[in-house]
């Protein structure tokens, strides 16, 4: 039993004009064959280095994970969501050390670096996520339903303003532990948002998640889901439509223990 997983991100497609980099950005990493961490992270518009604000929080926030790994797999096992708070509030402490190291290095102050950041610790059995700001995680058990790991509807005004670059970003950070099976994992940004959730409800759609859940359960490999997801972006459906950059991590677990090989997004 094992994860294929991968990562990317992309421009929005009528920002040609711009010339820095992209400001969203998403990595997965296997911690062992049934523990998967990724992160996503969306630049704020208005703040001129979020770009390096958003990687320099998913970075620092998965080597956290990394070096706690045990903790991290232990918050997954704890229903209550107290363990994972504690983890989360942890490495959030760790970001916002990174994020004071940057304002040195930039002379810059902290609100430049501005970004919102999605993080998950998934296991075959359960998912522990926190969010600040805005942000998408959706998982699929062997239902073959898509759920929203957090609030099952739009998000609230108050939870998309929140940024790592607060004062205390803590005081907006959402926790959640979903136990149950996890078969498929996909957390994106918030430009997908309006894309991939009925209006009406703010349900997930079948006909979106869809084909990336069939790009998981089909690649022999981390490469080939990372070939789906850059497919899925480039593509008119997703591009043409998006005014704001995007970053997309998607996971899936094969129960039948397939081998495949691991590459890093």
């Known amino acids: 039993m094992t994860w294929v997983a991968a990562a990317d991100f992309r421009r929005a497609g009528d920002d040609k004009s711009r010339s820095h980099p992209c400001q969203d950005y998403s990595k997965v990493e296997h911690l062992d064959d049934r523990i998967m961490i990724g992160a996503v992270a969306s630049g704020a518009p208005h703040a001129a280095l979020s770009h390096i604000g958003a990687r320099l929080a998913v970075r620092t926030a998965l080597d956290y994970l990394r070096r706690h790994a045990s903790t991290a797999t232990s918050a997954t096992e704890d229903p209550t969501g107290a363990d994972a708070h504690r983890l989360y509030a942890d490495m959030m402490a760790a970001v916002q050390g990174a994020l004071r190291n940057a304002v040195v290095d930039h002379v810059t102050p902290m609100r430049a670096f501005s970004a919102t950041l999605s993080v998950f610790v998934a296991t075959p059995t359960a998912v522990a996520a926190m969010r600040i700001g805005s942000g998408l995680?959706?998982?699929?058990?062997?239902?073959?339903?898509?759920?929203?790991?957090?609030?099952?509807?739009?998000?609230?005004?108050?939870?998309?303003?929140?940024?790592?670059?607060?004062?205390?970003?803590?005081?907006?950070?959402?926790?959640?532990?979903?136990?149950?099976?996890?078969?498929?994992?996909?957390?994106?940004?918030?430009?997908?948002?309006?894309?991939?959730?009925?209006?009406?409800?703010?349900?997930?759609?079948?006909?979106?998640?869809?084909?990336?859940?069939?790009?998981?359960?089909?690649?022999?490999?981390?490469?080939?889901?990372?070939?789906?997801?850059?497919?899925?972006?480039?593509?008119?459906?997703?591009?043409?439509?998006?005014?704001?950059?995007?970053a997309l991590a998607l996971c899936g677990f094969r129960r039948q223990g397939e081998l495949f090989r691991r590459t890093r997004a």
């Not at 995680?137 to 339903?145: C, E, L, M």
């Not at 205390?168 to 959640?176: A, G, I, L, S």
């Open 137 to 246: 995680i959706v998982s699929r058990g062997q239902s073959g339903d898509y759920s929203l790991v957090f609030s099952d509807g739009p998000v609230p005004l108050q939870a998309q303003t929140g940024y790592i670059t607060d004062p205390d970003p803590t005081e907006r950070m959402m926790v959640t532990v979903r136990d149950g099976p996890v078969d498929f994992l996909c957390a994106a940004s918030s430009p997908l948002d309006r894309l991939s959730l009925f209006k009406r409800n703010g349900a997930p759609q079948k006909d979106f998640f869809g084909p990336l859940d069939r790009y998981t359960s089909a690649a022999p490999d981390d490469g080939e889901v990372h070939r789906g997801i850059r497919t899925f972006l480039r593509s008119d459906r997703v591009h043409d439509r998006l005014d704001h950059d995007v």
